[in-house]
């Protein structure tokens, strides 16, 4: 089956520690994208990637790093210097192909600094 | 500034009534909207409008795009309990090869029995 998978689905991490989270992909997408959602709110983007070994900062990078090694993988590791960590966090993938806006989403990891 | 606006942030109805969600944006660059429902988790894809006027139509849910008022609407007809969820509206905006999607805050609907 082709799909976005995400783990954990849940994550406990204490202040002061980096954690990474992980999106595989098996559509062949070429573009992948990190959101944080907040109780309430929509989705704010945090990376994004169109190509292997490029990625573009989004709206509320700061604290928060990635990496394009493979095209069906991008780990998001949320930095100590995130202040505010706590959220549900969402992977998305989409083709390259301009006419095809449609992102496709995995499961999510929810992440709680204690 | 882009910006993505969904109206109401909430609405509670009972089974069997008929709802409208709104979804008005200021985008340059627009290409297309979106809209998206959320469950617990994941946001499943509902539709795709690119042109004014040309209704999309899926079972009990059918949306619209208005491109001269720059707004979109999703009705869903005869709701059931299985319609409560957050209701995610985005506009992918294409610029050279910049694409990025903006997202609304979303309208959290839950139907009552």
């Known amino acids: 089956d082709g799909g976005i998978t995400q783990s954990p689905k849940y994550l406990f991490r204490k202040e002061g520690q980096n954690v990474t989270l992980s999106c595989e992909q098996n559509?062949?997408?070429?573009?992948m994208y990190w959101y944080r959602q907040d109780p309430g709110q929509g989705l704010r983007l945090i990376y994004y990637s169109q190509i292997v070994n490029d990625f573009q900062k989004g709206d509320i990078a700061e604290g928060y790093s990635v990496s394009r090694e493979k095209k069906e993988s991008f780990p998001l590791t949320v930095t100590s210097a995130q202040k505010n960590p706590t959220a549900f966090y969402l992977c998305?993938?989409?083709?390259?192909?301009?006419?095809?806006?449609?992102?496709?989403f995995g499961p999510g990891t929810r992440l709680t600094v204690l | 500034e882009d910006k993505v606006v969904q109206s109401p942030l909430s609405l509670v109805v009972h089974e069997g009534d008929t709802v409208t969600l709104n979804c008005s944006y200021e985008v340059t660059n627009f290409r297309s909207l979106l809209w998206y429902k959320q469950e617990k988790k994941a946001p499943t894809f509902l539709f795709m409008l690119?042109?004014s006027g040309i209704e999309k139509k899926s079972g009990r849910l059918s949306s619209i795009l208005d491109k001269k008022e720059l707004f979109s609407i999703l009705n869903i007809t005869a709701t059931q309990t299985g319609d409560s969820a957050v209701y995610l509206c985005a506009v992918a905006s294409h610029m050279d090869s910049n694409y990025q999607l903006i997202w609304g805050a979303g309208t959290k609907l839950i139907i009552k029995p």
């Open positions: 998305a993938s989409r083709t390259g192909l301009a006419v095809y806006n449609e992102q496709f």
């Open positions: 690119t042109s």
């Open positions: 559509l062949n997408h070429d573009a």
